[in-house]
T-cell receptor, first 114, second 109 residues
Framework: NAGVMQNPRHLVRRRGQEARLRCSPM?????VYWYRQLPEEGLKFMVY????????ESGMPKERFSAEFPKEGPSILRIQQVVRGDSAAYFC????????????FGQGTRLTVV | DQQVKQNSPSLSVQEGRISILNCDYT??????FLWYKKYPAEGPTFLIS?????DKNEDGRFTVFLNKSAKHLSLHIVPSQPGDSAVYFC????????FGTGTSLTVIP
């Protein structure tokens, strides 16, 4: 859905570098979700955030990964010291109230670690 | 722990016939279910949804059926068209959105 903006669309990082993925939700949406899709796999939940709060980060790897959704500005998914296994498509979705409504997705960021 | 499961990774159907995509879930607290369609290199797009108070929702060629006692839902596409070829994800709404692993549908002209 064009309303959720993710950038960059493609990101190439060398092993050990940091990757920053940005997500601007649809206007008026205060709930943001990050998902990862590995090759040949489905969408894996990573983290659910509301403005300035992490609601559920049960899908986030314990190390190197972090996410934030500040009061102003986009949500950021940060991956430190990237490894080859981090190569995947990362999708952000937003919803109006987090329950019983649709979540709208951005077009994703394809991260390639070389 | 996969709370939403799509056990068929792929499905091929002749154009004009019915496509039936299945989805099972484990958590009886889920109260809203959705289907998303995804083309390669694009984000998933919302297709159709159903509340747990209903057992059927129809939108044009797309119908979703919900069987709460069996914790099962299905998406019917009829008639199937080549443009329907995509990966279809089932999702359930609880504290967050739980997605299945997807079914790749190929509609053969």
């Amino acid at each position: 859905n064009a309303g959720v903006m993710q950038n960059p669309r493609h990101l190439v990082r060398r092993r050990g570098q940091e990757a920053r993925l940005r997500c601007s939700p649809m206007k008026g949406h205060s709930h943001v979700y990050w998902y990862r899709q590995l090759p040949e796999e489905g969408l894996k939940f990573m983290v659910y955030l509301q403005k300035e709060n992490i609601i559920d980060e049960s899908g986030m790897p314990k190390e190197r990964f972090s996410a934030e959704f500040p009061k102003e500005g986009p949500s950021i998914l940060r991956i430190q010291q990237v490894v080859r296994g981090d190569s995947a498509a990362y999708f952000c979705a937003s919803s109006l109230d987090g329950r019983a409504t649709e979540a709208f997705f951005g077009q994703g960021t394809r991260l390639t670690v070389v | 722990d996969q709370q939403v499961k799509q056990n068929s990774p792929s499905l091929s159907v002749q154009e004009g016939r019915i496509s039936i995509l299945n989805c099972d879930y484990t958590n009886s607290m889920f109260d809203y279910f959705l289907w998303y369609k995804k083309y390669p290199a694009e984000g998933p797009t919302f297709l159709i949804s159903i509340s747990s108070i209903k057992d059927k929702n129809e939108d044009g060629r797309f119908t979703v059926f919900l069987n709460k006692s069996a914790k099962h839902l299905s998406l019917h596409i009829v008639p199937s068209q080549p443009g329907d070829s995509a990966v279809y994800f089932c999702a359930a709404s609880g504290n967050q959105f739980y997605f299945g692993t997807g079914t790749s549908l190929t509609v053969i002209p």
